[in-house]
């Protein structure tokens, strides 16, 4: 299948029983890249990263059939990344309780462990700081800082007025800043 840039035509594609696969692999190879790091930003551990992606590219297909194209297909595809990046982390939220122990899933720690690591190079700085954030401030700075997402997009993905997302992204914004000149 030659490049097909449109969405619209990608989706008619995968709904032809003729041309579903390579619809749908058309649709991995253009958004793979983007949502890698969406999650990456969100879960930090790369090989957690690939296991949501390939999450989400399971629960697209097993989906995409039923796509009511309300949203563009990115925009679907973003949040269904974005739930299952929330669920892994609620997940992971919930053993550290059941086990009552400390655990290796630490994000910072996560960071830090990482063999690039460099305590002194701003983007490990910046890094640590958004870890510090709490989940949905740091998903709502992640989306305007990294991905540049316009907050009315960021209301249609996450379901929150465009005021409560500026006031969070502005309280996020102010917690990163001050950790990073009080590091």
């Known amino acids: ?39 990456r930003r ?58 009552a122990a400390p655990t290796d899933y630490d994000l910072t720690s996560r960071i830090k462990a990482d063999p690039q690591f460099n305590a002194r190079k701003i983007e490990w700085k910046l890094q640590l700081a958004i870890q510090q954030l709490p989940e949905q401030q740091r998903l709502i700075f992640n989306l305007r800082y990294f991905d540049e997402m316009p907050y009315q997009k960021m209301s249609e993905l996450l379901g929150v007025t465009e005021g409560a997302l500026k006031a969070s992204y502005h309280h996020a914004a102010k917690k990163v800043e001050n950790y990073l000149l009080n590091d």
């Open 1 to 39: 299948m030659e490049q097909v840039e449109n969405d619209e035509t990608l989706v008619a594609l995968f709904r032809n029983p003729a041309t579903k696969e390579a619809a749908f692999t058309a649709i991995v190879n253009k958004y793979r890249e983007r949502l890698y790091w969406h999650i």
């Open 42 to 99: 969100l879960v930090i551990v790369h090989e957690d990263t690939d296991d949501i992606l390939q999450n989400v590219f399971i629960k697209s297909w097993k989906g995409l059939d039923r796509f009511r194209e309300d949203s563009s297909l990115y925009t679907w595809l973003y949040r269904i990344s974005t739930n299952e990046s929330l669920s892994f982390l609620q997940n992971l939220k919930k053993r550290r309780a059941i086990n």
